[in-house]
Every structure is written in structure tokens, then in C-alpha cells.
């Protein structure tokens, strides 16, 4: 079959023109301002699958952004995949750090440049291609099912009320996500595990108003220093997170299971240097690895008060903020690590001051088994496509909708992902390989052969 490779020589430009169009449009779910823009990549997104040949195609309202539908049944008595991805993206900014448009895509170095390119526009994209060419060859061999939605960047709020509604139209066998990276173009990989997320906002207040920080400084509380002083007292000298109760619940993992994770090759060395760092910090007695994936963590996103136009200004802010998450791993439960940081945060405020702890959104960690058939087929299409065997890889990112999927549906999901982690995803200059690209179209047509093959 590598009829495919043919197919692709063949339309190679028309699959990057038609990629380009869908980043051209800013679909910015987290900032009101793109609405109109994220709406238009939906009927984008409806009219790709019509054209690629999916029936039922329908862009489905939801409370916030609505999610795509289209599928292809060929035969009911054969097994359904269902593909999820998402058309919304990050913000771009810091705008000045891109050497491109964000929304204006360009290929550099190999490289698709646009926000989205990676994270996941061009990796759902691959799926409406390998399917157009399954339909154009007459060589689908089993049931699909598109789900595309808008709001995995802002946590997938009205996903999981969709899934809930629609439990009959979603019957599937597998899901199948095109969302993680592999470790590198020559050594393919598939992720076998997300981490879970719970992520709040603070807010500490001191005066009840900004201050002349010469006529107040030193006698009042100031809350900015009162914040990193309370921020600083959530880790301790081993990085360890010192709220109470969170790491109960935390999955240990064997010796044994380390030593083969272990194995996925690594080098610090390139790592430091990649990110132009002299040194790295994380928990005391694990790996970089082991710290970005099967470890829980707590970061600091954003934290802010106070004046930061151009120039000085002499002043004590009335209040501080900072957006906090936390990676959560299998057993954690992102509700519970919301109140227990909300108690700890509370319980360690000065009584100088008022804080207050406002929840976001959050998610629960997955662990995708690879004992089943449609892991197995996946493990084969990479193989027959890259040449070698993939690695089973945790990722330390989320995908929250995944264990919805399990508890909902009952599917299991295979994350068939092909970024990497240099493309700078949720970053200024984020990138796609063309080799990426359409080595996922390529790809995706054999996971359906030997998925059909094997469900026989
Ligand atoms: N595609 C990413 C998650 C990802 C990337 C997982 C690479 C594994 C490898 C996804 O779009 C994402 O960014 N998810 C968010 C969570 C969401 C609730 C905002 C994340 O991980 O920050
Ligand atoms: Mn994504
Ligand atoms: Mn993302």
C-alpha cells in the first residue's frame, strides 16, 4: 500500500494550501475578540469533511463553541474509530517574538510556522486527508466518526455535556486522537499516558487602595511580596509540593516500570541546551522525564499586580495575582487538589491580608492501555510507516477529555500523535514539520487497515 505515498506526491501542494487556509483563521478560543473567527473555523472545519466525502456533516451548537460532526458508515457490522481534535488554539502573543505572522503561515526550514500548525490544526487536518484518500481509493475499511471541537484550549467545557447528549451518535470502538508528539522523527513513539490539571487563579489583597510606597512602604502589608512569599512556601528545598493530602493519592509506580520508561532515550545535555539552560531543578530523587510525566507538579502561570507601564511609579499595589496549575497524575482528582490547595493557600495567608482562590477548569490524568488491538494496530501502521518499532511514552501534558471518554463511553483512546516537543506549541513560533505532516497522513490509512484486519 504505498499507494498512499503516491497520493500524497500527487496532491502534496493542495494539502499544504488547504492547511494554510484553516491557520489563517484565528481560532482563539480564549479570547472573546477571535468569536467570529472561531466560529468560521468550524464551518471550515464542515466544509473539509464534506468535500473529503463524510456524511451527516453538522456544525453542532454548543453553550460556547460548537463542535463538528461528520462520519462514514460503510457497514454497521464493522468496527467505528472516532476521531477527536480540535480547531481552536492558544493565544499568539507575545506577538513581537514571532518571526512570522501567527496567522500567516509559511513553510521555513521544513517547518509550517503559524500558531496552530502543531497544536492541533495540522495534526487533525492529517486525519480529513487520510480519510479523503481512504474514500478516493475506495479503501476504507471500517466506520469513522469526526469529532472536532473548539474549546480544548479553555478545557473542554461543553464537550463533555455533547458526549453525554449524544452517547448514540458516538458509538464507537476506539477513539483515536492526533494531539501529542513522538520523541523525534527518527524515533517514533506513542503516548500512553496525559497528566490531569487543576488550574485556579489567587488573588491577594493588602490596602484598600494603591499606596505611596515611601509615605506607607514598610509599615503595611504589601500584597505582591506577601504573594511570592506565600507561592515560595508551596514547594519545599526537594521541590516536593508541601499541601497537605496531595500527593495521597498519587499512583506509585514500580521500580520495574521506571527502569523501562527509562529506556526511551534522553539526553540532558541536548535538553538543558535546547532551552539555552545552564542547569535544571525538579523533585528530588526523579528523572527530567519522570518529573514531566508521571510526577504531579505545581507551576506558576502568570502573576501580575502592581504598576508595569514604562518607567517607574512609586507605588504599593492594593492587590496581587497569580494563575497557578497543577499536573495531576493517575489517582489524583482534580476537584480534591482544588480544595486542598485552596485550604493550604488560605491556611498560610498572613492576617494582613484577603485572598481569594477562584477554580478555572481542570481534568483528570489518563493512562491508555496497550494491551488492546487498536494500540496494537497503531503500533504497526507507525512501524510499517517509520521504519522502526514505536516507544509507548507518558506525555506531561492533558488532554482532559480523554478519561471522559472512558468514563462516558466506555472507548479506550489511542494517541496517535506526531509533534514534537521543539514546535513550540502554546509558544511564539510554533511549527509543524511538513515531514510531521504527512508522515500522520500516511500513517493514519494503516492504522485503519490493521485495525480492521485485527478486529476480524
Ligand atoms: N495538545 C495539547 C496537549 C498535549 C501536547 C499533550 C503534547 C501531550 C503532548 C493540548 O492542546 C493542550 O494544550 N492541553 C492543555 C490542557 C487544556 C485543559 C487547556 C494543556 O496541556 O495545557
Ligand atoms: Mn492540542
Ligand atoms: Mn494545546
Known amino acids: 500500500m504505498s499507494q498512499i505515498l503516491d497520493y500524497i506526491e500527487a496532491n502534496k501542494q493542495r494539502f ?51 463542535i463538528v460532526y461528520g462520519e462514514k458508515i460503510i457497514d454497521a457490522k464493522l468496527p467505528t474509530v472516532l476521531v477527536y481534535g480540535h480547531y481552536d488554539v492558544q493565544p499568539a502573543d507575545p506577538l513581537e517574538l514571532w518571526t ?17 500548525s502543531c497544536d492541533d490544526k495540522g495534526q487533525m487536518y492529517m486525519h480529513v486527508k487520510a480519510f479523503e484518500y481512504m474514500m478516493q481509493t475506495n479503501s476504507l475499511p471500517c466506520n469513522v466518526k469526526f469529532m472536532i471541537e473548539g474549546e480544548e484550549e479553555v478545557g473542554s467545557n461543553n464537550l463533555g455535556i455533547f458526549v453525554a447528549n449524544n452517547k448514540e451518535r458516538l458509538k464507537a470502538n476506539v477513539i483515536l486522537i492526533s494531539d501529542t508528539g513522538i520523541i523525534a522523527n527518527d524515533i517514533p513513539s506513542i503516548c500512553v499516558g496525559l497528566r490531569g490539571l487543576t488550574y485556579l487563579e489567587v488573588e491577594v489583597t ?7 510606597s515611601g509615605l ?19 514547594k519545599d528545598d526537594n521541590k516536593h509540593i508541601t499541601i497537605p493530602g496531595f500527593y495521597d493519592d498519587v499512583e ?26 545552564k542547569d535544571i531543578v525538579g523533585e528530588e530523587g526523579y528523572t527530567t522525564n519522570e518529573r514531566n510525566s508521571i510526577r504531579p507538579t505545581l507551576d506558576v502561570n502568570g502573576i501580575w499586580g502592581g504598576y508595569q507601564g514604562e518607567g517607574a511609579k512609586t507605588v504599593i499595589a492594593s492587590k496581587a495575582y497569580a494563575k497557578i496549575s497543577m499536573r495531576l497524575v493517575p489517582y489524583q482528582k482534580s476537584d480534591k487538589t482544588f480544595e486542598q490547595f485552596k485550604a493550604y493557600f488560605e491556611s498560610i495567608a498572613p492576617p494582613s491580608v484577603k485572598v481569594k482562590v477562584t477554580p478555572h477548569h481542570g481534568g483528570e490524568a489518563a493512562v491508555t492501555p496497550t494491551n488492546t488491538i487498536a494500540y496494537k494496530a497503531a503500533h504497526k501502521a507507525m512501524e510499517t510507516t517509520f521504519g522502526k518499532k514505536p516507544i509507548p511514552v507518558r506525555s506531561g501534558g492533558s488532554i482532559p477529555i480523554v478519561s471522559m471518554f472512558k468514563a462516558e463511553l466506555g472507548l479506550d483512546t489511542v494517541l496517535l500523535g506526531f509533534g514534537l516537543d521543539s514546535d513550540a506549541i502554546h509558544s511564539p513560533n510554533e511549527h509543524y ?5 504527512f508522515k500522520g497522513i500516511e500513517t493514519i490509512p494503516y492504522f485503519y487497515q490493521y485495525y480492521a484486519e485485527m478486529s476480524k
Open 16 to 66: 499544504l494550501d488547504e492547511l494554510f487556509e484553516l491557520l489563517r483563521i484565528p481560532s482563539v478560543s480564549a479570547d472573546p475578540q477571535y468569536k467570529d473567527a472561531v466560529f468560521k473555523t468550524a464551518d471550515a472545519v464542515k466544509a473539509a469533511l464534506v468535500k473529503a466525502g463524510a456524511d451527516k456533516v453538522e456544525v453542532c451548537p454548543t453553550a460556547g463553541y460548537p
Open 100 to 116: 512570522s505572522g501567527p496567522f500567516e503561515p509559511v513553510i521555513k526550514d521544513g517547518n509550517i510556522y503559524a500558531r496552530g
Open 206 to 212: 493588602g490596602p484598600n487602595r494603591d499606596l505611596h
Open 216 to 234: 506607607y512602604g514598610g509599615a503595611v502589608p504589601n500584597p505582591i511580596n506577601i504573594l511570592c512569599e506565600m507561592i515560595a512556601k508551596l
Open 252 to 277: 506509585v509506580i514500580s521500580t520495574e516500570e521506571r527502569a523501562e520508561m527509562a529506556k526511551a532515550p534522553f539526553s540532558v545535555d541536548e535538553y538543558k541546551k535546547a532551552l539555552d539552560l
Open 433 to 437: 514539520g511538513v515531514f510531521n505532516y
